[in-house]
């Protein structure tokens, strides 16, 4: 593939922009690899920092995911597979003898591409693990499938292990073939593999920096590059869109935007493959603007988002002419005496509220001894959360929009709740706790036919314990 070089200008960026956006980074103490900025389809900016340079290959860690998620699709288009197949039809020799637990044989392909599998982490970083893939079958679930996100890295190297399955040859290998060798991709670049000598869907692809941007200029066009349709076109459109809720799972701002099919939602309605320590491939669509970087943020809190806000605020905010932040027509006094703790972001309503409105659920045995869990609504916008324990019933007030105060069961803390429907089937409670100790708890609730999973987790120091587990329920 020929790529296109232009000065900045042509494609309307300014080069002082690019500066900025560089020596941000250097001044924020990023270790900092590479970075390419390209718009409409022209690269304007290509930098390297030594001894690194065009053909150094760099561990791309969970950007790999996206590739095997590529490869899937590919696989649905062949008629290979189908997204809601269940993943224990194609690995019987994996399960354990007595069969497969009952949440994991409900588990599709289309819920492990969305990271709403049956486990609430990890099952391969286990003491003593040697079979990666095995243990995503054998470790005992936590909840019901297509419910709750949770980034499962072992899922997605279930999916690379199904690949090769399917096509007889490595997901990289197989992508070599239908697209990435026509398109230029570097023939050094591999992928590293598992103690079973299974090539890591996870994490493993060590390439190029240019071939991180041929990977996203595939997410960017649907699978389409100069005209050519290399990926199915429903699949990418589709793994583009929001299929999961990041909000009360991860840290960083741009990490609360949501999920696809192994691919990141960002703010400005673009789109993100992302690998630990900032191997960022980002597409921004209005602008048709593209950052790909490469660094070694791992040691820095927040690093990674300190990436992301040089880009928007150096050259996107630029570009789009936007403010970076809104100024309310308000004075001084009269905004400092509107505020309030701020309420959970989200809809007021779903569709889903009259279905679930008063429904008890009772819950499978969980380390939080939470017995029954319903939820009830008022026509004012308000609601409350009721459990049971074995310490009795437990009430938790909370508003949708606005924030309600109450005393938090047990603890008698001081609390103020609000709640949001994040997506139609997925209801998140944010409880701050504003005593004596000062934190919060969110409360998940994920809703499926009959079923519902808990997520529950604290962020208060040494204090509520119990309000940290995943669990599901049945109405």
Same mark, same amino acid.
């Given at each position: 593939?020929?790529?296109?070089f232009v000065k900045p200008?042509?494609?309307?960026?300014?080069?002082?922009?690019?500066i900025?956006?560089?020596?941000?980074?250097?001044?924020?103490g990023?270790?900092?690899?590479?970075?390419?900025?390209? @718009?409409?389809?022209?690269?304007?900016?290509?930098a390297?920092?030594?001894p690194?340079?065009? #053909?150094?290959?760099h561990?791309?860690?969970?950007?790999?995911?996206s590739?095997?998620a590529?490869?899937i699709?590919?696989?649905?288009?062949?008629?290979k597979?189908?997204?809601?197949d269940?993943i224990?039809?194609?690995?019987p #020799?994996?399960l354990?003898e007595e069969g497969?637990?009952?949440?994991?044989?409900?588990?599709t392909?289309?819920?492990?591409?969305?990271?709403?599998?049956c486990?609430?982490?990890t099952?391969?970083?286990?003491s003593?693990?040697t079979?990666?893939?095995g243990?995503?079958?054998?470790t005992k679930?936590t909840?019901?499938?297509g /419910?709750?996100f949770?980034?499962d890295?072992?899922s /997605?190297? &279930?999916?690379?292990?199904?690949?090769e399955?399917?096509?007889e040859?490595t997901f990289l290998?197989y992508? @070599?073939?239908k697209c990435?060798?026509?398109?230029?991709?570097?023939?050094?670049?591999h992928?590293l593999?598992?103690?079973?000598? &299974?090539?890591?869907?996870?994490?493993g692809?060590?390439?190029?920096? @240019?071939?991180?941007?041929i990977?996203?200029?595939?997410?960017a066009?649907?699978g389409?590059?100069n005209?050519k349709?290399y990926l199915?076109?429903?699949?990418?459109?589709s793994?583009?869109e929001?299929?999961?809720d990041?909000y009360?799972?991860q840290?960083?701002?741009e990490?609360l935007?949501?999920?696809g099919?192994q691919?990141?939602?960002t703010?400005?309605?673009?789109?993100?493959?992302?690998?630990?320590?900032g191997q960022?491939?980002?597409?921004i669509?209005?602008?048709d603007i593209?950052?790909?970087t /490469?660094? #070694?943020?791992?040691?820095r809190q927040?690093?990674?988002q300190l990436?992301?806000?040089a880009?928007?605020?150096?050259?996107?905010?630029?570009l789009?002419g936007?403010p970076?932040?809104?100024t309310?027509?308000?004075s001084?006094?009269?905004y400092i005496?509107? @505020?309030?703790?701020?309420?959970?972001?989200? #809809?007021?309503?779903?569709?889903?509220?009259?279905k679930i409105?008063? /429904?008890?659920?009772?819950?499978?045995?969980?380390s939080?001894?939470i017995?029954?869990?319903?939820?009830d609504?008022?026509?004012?916008?308000?609601?409350k959360?009721t459990?049971?324990?074995?310490?009795?019933?437990h009430?938790?007030?909370?508003?949708?929009?606005?924030t309600?105060?109450?005393?938090?069961?047990?603890?008698?803390?001081r609390?103020?709740?609000?709640?949001?429907?994040?997506?139609d089937?997925?209801l998140?409670?944010?409880?701050?706790?504003?005593?004596d100790e000062?934190?919060?708890v969110?409360?998940?609730?994920?809703?499926?036919?009959?079923?519902?999973?808990v997520v529950?987790k604290?962020?208060?120091?040494?204090?509520?314990d119990?309000y940290q587990?995943?669990f599901?329920g049945?109405?």
């Amino acid at each position: 593939m020929d790529f296109q070089f232009v000065k900045p200008e042509e494609v309307g960026i300014q080069e002082e922009w690019l500066i900025s956006f560089l020596n941000r980074l250097e001044m924020q103490g990023l270790p900092m690899h590479s970075a390419i900025i390209a @718009r409409q389809g022209k690269i304007c900016m290509e930098a390297y920092y030594q001894p690194y340079d065009k #053909d150094s290959l760099h561990r791309m860690f969970s950007v790999t995911k996206s590739m095997v998620a590529m490869a899937i699709g590919l696989l649905t288009e062949e008629g290979k597979l189908s997204l809601t197949d269940k993943i224990i039809d194609f690995f019987p #020799d994996k399960l354990p003898e007595e069969g497969a637990y009952p949440y994991m044989a409900m588990l599709t392909i289309k819920d492990m591409l969305e990271m709403k599998t049956c486990h609430d982490k990890t099952t391969y970083k286990g003491s003593g693990v040697t079979d990666w893939v095995g243990s995503f079958f054998t470790t005992k679930p936590t909840h019901v499938p297509g /419910t709750s996100f949770a980034y499962d890295t072992s899922s /997605t190297h &279930v999916l690379g292990a199904l690949v090769e399955r399917l096509s007889e040859k490595t997901f990289l290998d197989y992508l @070599r073939e239908k697209c990435l060798n026509e398109l230029g991709f570097s023939k050094e670049a591999h992928v590293l593999c598992d103690p079973y000598g &299974v090539p890591m869907g996870g994490s493993g692809l060590c390439a190029t920096t @240019r071939d991180l941007y041929i990977l996203t200029m595939l997410m960017a066009g649907n699978g389409n590059i100069n005209g050519k349709q290399y990926l199915p076109e429903d699949f990418m459109k589709s793994a583009n869109e929001k299929h999961s809720d990041s909000y009360a799972n991860q840290g960083t701002l741009e990490e609360l935007q949501g999920y696809g099919y192994q691919i990141w939602r960002t703010r400005h309605g673009g789109n993100a493959l992302f690998g630990m320590g900032g191997q960022l491939g980002v597409y921004i669509p209005d602008q048709d603007i593209y950052m790909v970087t /490469t660094s #070694d943020a791992q040691g820095r809190q927040g690093g990674v988002q300190l990436i992301y806000e040089a880009f928007f605020e150096e050259i996107y905010d630029k570009l789009a002419g936007k403010p970076t932040y809104d100024t309310p027509a308000l004075s001084l006094e009269e905004y400092i005496n509107s @505020r309030r703790i701020i309420a959970l972001p989200g #809809d007021i309503s779903s569709p889903m509220q009259d279905k679930i409105n008063h /429904t008890e659920y009772v819950c499978d045995e969980n380390s939080s001894g939470i017995k029954t869990i319903k939820v009830d609504f008022d026509e004012n916008h308000n609601g409350k959360v009721t459990y049971t324990t074995a310490a009795g019933t437990h009430t938790i007030s909370f508003g949708l929009g606005s924030t309600v105060t109450g005393e938090f069961p047990v603890y008698g803390y001081r609390y103020a709740a609000s709640g949001a429907w994040r997506m139609d089937n997925y209801l998140l409670l944010r409880i701050n706790i504003i005593d004596d100790e000062v934190g919060n708890v969110y409360m998940g609730l994920n809703y499926k036919d009959d079923y519902i999973t808990v997520v529950l987790k604290k962020v208060v120091e040494n204090k509520l314990d119990e309000y940290q587990s995943v669990f599901s329920g049945k109405c």
